[in-house]
Antibody, heavy 123, light 109 residues
Framework: QVQLRESGPGLVQPSETLSLTCTVSGGSVSSGGYYWSWIRQPPGERPEWIGYVYYGRGTSYNPSLKSRLTLSVDASKSLFSLRLTSVTAADTALYYC???????????????WGQGTLVTVAS | QSVLTQPPSASGTPGQSVTISCSGTTSNVGANFVYWYQHLPGAAPRLLIYASSQRLSGVSDRFSGSASGTSASLAISGLQSGDEAEYYCAAWDNSLNAYVFGSGTKVSV
């Protein structure tokens, strides 16, 4: 059974960089066919897809975040990471990592999720 | 921005059935498969339905999905108290090049 766990600071200063990692156990981030994804959910709002990283092939970002976002994967540590620059209060959300499936471009399902980590942007 | 629209709430008594709709456009629901997620308070979202109508292994057959044109739906039969949760539809949007989620439906039993 694949398990994912998010980690990172719960409080980030405005204009600073938000960095989160997702540690994967019970599976390998270098296994083909999986789209290692980030999703966030601001309080009281719907989930928002942030993007995915596909080991050995690249990344896909939500266009609304693309200019501030970097996703990466470290197979040696079995984790993937998110880096979001110039954060504002609008980036306050519960951040989830998840394993997804797709067809090379489009994301399909998200079948395993982490429990989520709350990130607050405030001074 | 394109969005997937769901009714904010649905309710029923134990044993009854409810159906949740998900209305999209030709760039998302009308062009790609739809996925349904159950989100219980304090828990990670759980995939229930993939490829519009396929139940994930281990999901009760009380849950069923369907799609036609630019609309999709999730039906829950034999409602149980454990079904109380927020339900979201999702699909890839070809115009936005993004995975989009529905507005969410809170089911009360």
């Amino acid at each position: 059974q694949v398990q994912l766990r998010e980690s990172g600071p719960g409080l980030v200063q405005p204009s600073e960089t938000l960095s989160l990692t997702c540690t994967v156990s019970g599976g390998s981030v270098s296994s083909g066919g999986y789209y290692w994804s980030w999703i966030r959910q601001p309080p009281g709002e719907r989930p928002e897809w942030i993007g995915y990283v596909y080991y050995g092939r690249g990344t896909s970002y939500n266009p609304s975040l693309k200019s501030r976002l970097t996703l990466s994967v470290d197979a040696s540590k079995s984790l993937f990471s998110l880096r979001l620059t110039s954060v504002t209060a609008a980036d306050t959300a519960l951040y989830y990592c998840a394993r997804g499936g797709g067809n090379g471009k489009s994301l399909y399902h998200l079948d395993f999720w982490g429990q989520g980590t709350l990130v607050t942007v405030a001074s | 921005q394109s969005v997937l629209t769901q009714p904010p709430s649905a309710s029923g008594t134990p044993g009854q059935s409810v159906t949740i709709s998900c209305s999209g456009t030709t760039s998302n629901v009308g062009a790609n498969f739809v996925y349904w997620y159950q989100h219980l308070p304090g828990a990670a979202p759980r995939l229930l339905i993939y490829a519009s109508s396929q139940r994930l292994s281990g999901v009760s057959d009380r849950f069923s999905g369907s799609a036609s044109g630019t609309s999709a739906s999730l039906a829950i039969s034999g409602l149980q108290s454990g079904d109380e949760a927020e339900y979201y539809c999702a699909a890839w949007d070809n115009s936005l090049n993004a995975y989009v989620f529905g507005s969410g439906t809170k089911v009360s039993v």
